[in-house]
T-cell receptor, first 112, second 114 residues
Framework: SQQGEEDPQALSIQEGENATMNCSYK?????LQWYRQNSGRGLVHLIL?????REKHSGRLRVTLDTSKKSSSLLITASRAADTASYFC????????????FGKGTLLTVNP | SAVISQKPSRDICQRGTSLTIQCQVD?????MFWYRQQPGQSLTLIAT?????????ESGFVIDKFPISRPNLTFSTLTVSNMSPEDSSIYLC???????????FGPGTRLTVT
C-alpha cells in the first residue's frame, strides 16, 4: 500500500518562481527521501532527512519534516526549466528493513 | 554514492516469453531491491534481493513470476517470466549501503510486452 501521498499531483509554474511540494505518510518512519524522475527514466536521489531532523538544505532544495504531522515538504527555489520532472517522496521504517514506500508523486512543470 | 547500471535499458517482448534484467553496482552494498513502476504510477517494491539466499517478496509478487538472483554483493538479476501485456512497466534496481546514507536507483529497464 502507498505510504506517502504527495500534493499537489501536478504543479505548473514559471521559471524563477519557487515550487513547493508536500508529502504525507501514515506510519512511523526512520528516514524520508525525495527523488526526481525525468520522463520515465531512473530516479535521482535528491535528499534524505532523518526522523530526528527538521530541516535540510542542498543547493536550491530545502526539505522540512514534521513527524508530529507525519508530513514533509520539498521547496525548490528559483526554479529552472530543467527542474521539470516528477518528484517522489519515499519513507523507510529502518531497523533491518530499509525497503522504501513511495508516494504517488508530483509532476512539476517549469515554463520558460 | 553508488553508481548503478542496468541492462537492457529497454526491450519489447512477446507475450509468453521471459526477460532477465541485470543490475550492477560499482561498489559492495548491503541491500539491493527491485521495484516496478507501471505506466503513470508510482514505484512498488517487488522484492529484496538477498545475497546468497532466496529473495524476500512483497505481497502480490511471487518467485515463479519474478525469480531473482543475487550471487554477490554487487550484482543481481530479475527475471520477468511468462510475460503478458500487464507486465509492461519500468523495472528499477536500487541499492543501499555505504556512504552517503540513502537508497540509490539504476536508470531502469522499460519493458513493453506485445
Amino acid at each position: 500500500s502507498q505510504q506517502g501521498e504527495e500534493d499537489p499531483q501536478a504543479l505548473s509554474i514559471q521559471e524563477g518562481e519557487n515550487a513547493t511540494m508536500n508529502c504525507s505518510y501514515k506510519t512511523s518512519i526512520n528516514n524520508l527521501q525525495w527523488y526526481r524522475q525525468n520522463s520515465g527514466r531512473g530516479l535521482v536521489h535528491l535528499i534524505l532527512i532523518r526522523s530526528n531532523e527538521r530541516e535540510k538544505h542542498s543547493g536550491r532544495l530545502r526539505v522540512t519534516l514534521d513527524t508530529s504531522k507525519k508530513s514533509s515538504s520539498l521547496l525548490i527555489t528559483a526554479s529552472r526549466a530543467a527542474d521539470t520532472a516528477s518528484y517522489f517522496c519515499a519513507t523507510d521504517a529502518g531497523g533491518s528493513n530499509y525497503k522504501l514506500t513511495f508516494g504517488k508523486g508530483t509532476l512539476l512543470t517549469v515554463n520558460p | 554514492s553508488a553508481v548503478i547500471s542496468q541492462k537492457p535499458s529497454r526491450d519489447i517482448c512477446q507475450r509468453g516469453t521471459s526477460l532477465t534484467i541485470q543490475c550492477q553496482v560499482d561498489s559492495q552494498v548491503t541491500m539491493m531491491f527491485w521495484y516496478r513502476q507501471q505506466p503513470g504510477q508510482s514505484l512498488t517494491l517487488i522484492a529484496t534481493a538477498n545475497q546468497g539466499s532466496e529473495a524476500t517478496y512483497e505481497s502480490g509478487f511471487v518467485i515463479d513470476k519474478f525469480p531473482i538472483s543475487r550471487p554477490n554483493l554487487t550484482f543481481s538479476t530479475l527475471t520477468v517470466s511468462n510475460m503478458s501485456p500487464e507486465d509492461s512497466s519500468i523495472y528499477l534496481c536500487s541499492a543501499r549501503g555505504g556512504s552517503p546514507l540513502g537508497q540509490y536507483f539504476g536508470p531502469g529497464t522499460r519493458l513493453t510486452v506485445t
